[in-house]
Nanobody, 123 residues
Framework: QVQLVESGGGLVQAGGSLRLSCAASGRTFSSAAMGWFRQAPGKEREFVAAIRWYGGSTYLAGSVKGRFTISGDKVKNTVYLQMNSLKPDDTAVYYC????????????????WGQGTQVTVSS
């Protein structure tokens, strides 16, 4: 079992930046990838970004490409989401997730989740 704890959320004005962090503990040796998802009020949870530990490949949703960057440190079992040029539409609870096995569908296979951190972007 992998435990995940997110931090770094908050309130920011449109155009601003935030950096989210996620620290993993427990059976981290079984982690193949980590990712970020978000869920806005009244909407389904959606994929934001993922990083595959093997090779360091990163994947971003189209809506955040060019604005968000995912990075990570496997030694520290920590993943980050740098969010720039934030928009009100980015307002959501952001969840960190772990995948024990890598899937060719990089938005899938995530089986452990953090408690979430709120990001609010004001206009």
């Amino acid at each position: 079992q992998v435990q995940l704890v997110e931090s770094g959320g908050g309130l920011v004005q449109a155009g601003g930046s935030l950096r989210l962090s996620c620290a993993a503990s427990g059976r981290t040796f079984s982690s193949a990838a980590m990712g970020w998802f978000r869920q806005a009020p009244g909407k389904e949870r959606e994929f934001v970004a993922a990083i595959r530990w093997y090779g360091g490949s990163t994947y971003l949703a189209g809506s955040v490409k060019g604005r968000f960057t995912i990075s990570g440190d496997k030694v520290k079992n920590t993943v980050y989401l740098q969010m720039n040029s934030l928009k009100p539409d980015d307002t959501a609870v952001y969840y960190c997730a772990n995948a024990a096995v890598w899937s060719s569908d990089y938005t899938a296979g995530f089986g452990a989740w953090g408690q979430g951190t709120q990001v609010t972007v004001s206009s």
